[in-house]
């Protein structure tokens, strides 16, 4: 019988997708098709889903929906919806996608203790001055969230030669990595973390984990000297920061820096504070694209799993929020 993928996304994934899952979809009978271009199609006719930040209530439509691909790692785009239809749902885990979260948190880690943003500031005007930093050794760089993303990030940070700290639900052992694990971890993790990259999913007990108390607790004794304040990356998503508690702790100098790739709204509103702020990065969620080739690689295969009667790989638990 004839199956159908549907691609759905509000932020488009370029049209070349199709001709990238046509390349890997040699499995007959497959039909894909790019919402909203459905023509032809009925609700009852779309088996697979692969889904970006979609409008909430379509997959509810499709009434013989088998399985949902999350073209990203995170979820929360899915598990926000409240008509998610009651299917597996699996989420998109890449070497590449690995690759370039693991850039994105050493440049900005590296940035940072090399006190760039000051230096910046001083060429534009025209100010030569020294300014001292810290030896990666005596930097302490926290991740929150040890997952596919976090742990990755965390060796590479330690190859760099940081010492690493991580936080997660449940314990873990890294080798080299001092682990803490759950909410009574919390807080000693953040009293010896200078640099803390979040990598944790967006889940109602992470909405808003780095607020104003959480601030405070950052980097509490044994900061180098040459680092002028704590650090705070977010490539994970804009709701695990309470936006203007951050912007507070940056103008009382109890922040350093922060680096920021995703937002509540994204694009950000042009005229909101944080694009100002002169300790501020924005990058526009960019921190690890999906690339087209491996997504439709991706997908393709977890269809195959699923057809086949095989487990699936990389299964999200909806209770778990992740
Ligand atoms: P994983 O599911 O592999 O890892 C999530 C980690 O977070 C796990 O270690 C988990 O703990 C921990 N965690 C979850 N909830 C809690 C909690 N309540 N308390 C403590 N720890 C918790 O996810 P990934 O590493 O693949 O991805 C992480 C996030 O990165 C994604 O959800 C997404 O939001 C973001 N992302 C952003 C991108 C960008 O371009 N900006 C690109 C890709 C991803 P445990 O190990 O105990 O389960
Ligand atoms: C993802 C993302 O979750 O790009 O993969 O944000």
Not at 157 to 180: E, P
Not at 273 to 299: C, E, F
């Amino acid at each position: 019988m004839k199956q159908t993928l549907l691609v759905v996304s509000n932020h488009g994934p370029s049209a070349h997708w199709k001709d990238e899952l046509a390349k890997f979809s040699n499995i007959g009978q497959l039909e894909i098709r790019m919402w909203p271009d459905a023509e032809g199609l009925n609700d009852d006719d779309i088996h697979y889903v692969l889904a970006w930040r979609y409008d909430h209530s379509l997959l509810a439509k499709f009434p013989n929906l088998k399985l949902i691909i999350s073209a990203g790692a995170g979820v929360d785009h899915l598990l926000s919806d409240p008509q998610l239809p009651d299917v597996p749902i699996v989420r998109f885990v890449d070497a590449h996608l690995t690759k370039r979260m693991t850039s994105y948190v050493a440049s900005q880690t590296l940035f940072h203790t090399r006190r760039m943003l000051e230096f910046i500031a001083q060429q534009r005007d025209r100010q030569w001055q020294s300014l001292p930093d810290p030896l990666p050794e005596n930097v302490r760089v926290g991740v929150m969230g040890l997952g596919e993303l976090g742990q990755a990030v965390a060796k590479t940070l330690l190859a760099l030669g940081f010492q690493v700290n991580g936080w997660s639900r449940s314990a873990k052992q890294v080798a080299d990595i001092s682990c803490y694990a759950g909410q009574d971890a919390l807080k000693p993790f953040l009293n010896t973390t200078d640099i803390l990259a979040l990598l944790l999913p967006l889940t109602p007990q992470t909405q808003h984990i780095i607020n104003r108390n959480s601030l405070k607790e950052l980097s509490l004794s044994g900061r180098a000297k040459e680092l002028p304040g704590p650090v705070v990356i977010n490539p994970g998503r804009g709701g695990l920061v309470d936006v203007t508690a951050l912007l507070n702790a940056l103008d009382q100098k109890e922040l350093y820096a922060a680096s920021l790739d995703v937002f509540d709204e994204e694009p950000l509103d042009p005229n909101h504070a944080l694009w100002h702020h002169p300790n501020v990065i924005i990058t526009p969620h960019v921190a690890s694209i999906t690339d087209p080739q491996r997504i439709a690689r991706y997908a393709i295969k977890q269809i195959k799993l699923f057809e086949s009667g095989a487990p699936l790989k990389n299964l999200v638990d909806p209770a778990r929020g992740y």
